[in-house]
């Protein structure tokens, strides 16, 4: 069956769904009134430095101030040493900028000063948001880093004829000081002018995220992530992608709009859901998001799984429970084993299970 993204949208909130192979494989959930920030980039004041923590706290904005680990200020010294980003090479890649003990929190950071930063983790209960001042704005094909200079490749390009195709490519469209790129998966399906035409146009956002810094009050957001349906359609939207259906009109059309610009060979394939009944309930989804909140999730010859979650980790318990097999029991026991497995990383996806895992399959 063709994979399908579903886009369900609320007045209060939004929700994604992605179908594999006719099967629900991850679904997402933004809420108005409680949009993420991760991305976000904002103008902010720095409150504390803490010396003994090597950190600061920075004031964003936000109903707590964030927190910044030296490790994630960008240089304010060329002298100063940096681990070389030469070894970027993944597809969202995790920069490790200075040597540690090279370079001191205090050196870098003072009370009151101003400085750009982006959210890379969420808020969580009493912890305010970490952040860091080394940017990175993703498109489809590129992810744009302003404070570096090197060229990273997904490595889920293999092809070293094509890696090196594109980093020569990228290299040659970007402007003499325009920092550094990662190229993404999907830029090895795209042709050069979609990738020039994105380059360029990360380039400009750049340009104007730094022109509103410098005019925007402190502390401000200068820099919002778009709306969810964008993001993923960014980040999963691909050539097996059969249809792209959404239940509003408005969001129908910036979806549109969006795949045009970035994938215009597949802008057909945006439809407005006219349904006699919801977009959700016709695929089955609502079924399958009661599913993955229940803690006892059946299988479908009768065998069901337990799921415990705790902070640290989750436990899963298979069970034959109705199932009582046609040939033997070891036969028995094998089966359902195999569809628990199945189901079980079903519920990793849906549930964004992490952590320790323990599964207790049928001995």
Known sequence: MPNLILVNAESFETRVALLEDGELSEIFIERENARGIAGNIYKGKVTRVLPGMQSAFVEIGLRRTAFLYVAEISPLDPGLLQIGADDIDMEDADQK????????????????????????????????????????????????????????????????????????????????????????????????????????????????????????????PIYQEPDLELRILREYLDPNTAKVLVDDPTRSERVRN????????????????????????????????????????????????????????????????????????????LRTNLEAVREIVSQFRLRSLGGIIIIDFID
């Not at 808020?123 to 590129?142: E, H, N, V, W």
């Not at 057909?268 to 009944?277: C, M, R, S």
């Not at 998001?289 to 999730?297: G, I, N, Q, T, Y």
Request: hydrophobic residues 35%; contains cysteine.
């Open 97 to 220: 900028k200075y040597l540690p003990g090279a370079v001191q929190i205090q050196d870098l950071l003072k009370e009151g000063q101003e400085i750009m930063v982006q959210v890379i983790r969420e808020p969580l209960g009493d912890k305010g948001a970490q952040i860091t001042t080394y940017i990175s704005i993703p498109g489809r094909f590129l992810v744009y880093m302003p404070e570096v200079r090197q060229i990273g490749v997904s490595r889920k390009i293999e092809n070293e004829r094509d890696r090196f195709r594109l980093r020569k490519l990228v290299d040659s469209l970007r402007p003499e000081s325009a920092g550094g790129f990662i190229i993404r998966t999907a830029c090895g399906r795209a042709q050069d002018a979609e990738i020039k035409g994105e380059l360029d146009y990360l380039v400009a956002l750049w340009s104007e995220i730094k022109d509103r810094a410098l005019k925007s009050r402190t502390p401000s």
């Open 258 to 333: 969006f795949i045009k610009t970035t994938s215009p060979e597949q802008e057909k394939i945006v439809e407005l859901w006219n349904g006699t009944e919801p977009l959700f309930d016709h695929y089955g989804i609502e079924l399958e998001l009661d599913k993955a909140l229940d803690k006892r999730v059946w299988l479908k010859s009768g065998g069901f799984i337990v799921i415990d979650e705790t902070e640290s980790l989750t436990t899963i318990d298979v069970n034959t429970g109705k199932y009582i097999g046609t040939r033997d029991f070891e036969d028995t026991i």
